[in-house]
């Protein structure tokens, strides 16, 4: 699989997982001069901003650990320029970060889901 591969593995994997939770998908791979969006979604009236990270393993490292403060600034920017733009900015909202983790390496259908409300 290509990291591309992975990456659309683990977001759908993460959608997934928030819908069985109740969330409603807004928009996937939202993309802005500024950045890229994962998921957006719905809880109630909270908008939820999630960036996914999909890793073979956390033995080196959390996945929620490669979401850097320039991540989080980018992911905060696509963020405002999709609240103007659905002129939804009067709402709550929230950065989520959900690590998708394969549990056997071969991204299939063994993997665990870890949602880390509100991450930053």
């Known amino acids: 699989m290509t ?5 659309t593995w683990g977001e759908d994997r993460a959608a997934e997982y928030l819908t069985g ?10 993309s802005s001069r500024t950045g890229e969006i994962d998921i957006i979604c719905k809880s109630g009236n909270m908008t939820v901003f999630v960036e996914v990270k999909t890793r073979r393993s956390s033995t080196y490292a959390d996945p929620r650990d490669f979401v850097t403060y320039s991540k989080q600034k980018k992911l905060r920017s696509a963020a405002k320029w999709w609240l103007s733009m659905t002129k939804t ?3 709550p909202a929230r950065f989520d970060v959900i690590e998708v983790i394969s549990s056997d390496g071969l991204y299939g259908d063994k993997f665990t889901v870890n949602h880390i409300e509100n991450a930053f």
């Open 21 to 30: 939770k109740g969330y409603r998908i807004l928009r996937r791979n939202f």
């Open 3 to 7: 990291s591309r591969e992975i990456g």
């Open 89 to 91: 900015y009067d709402y």
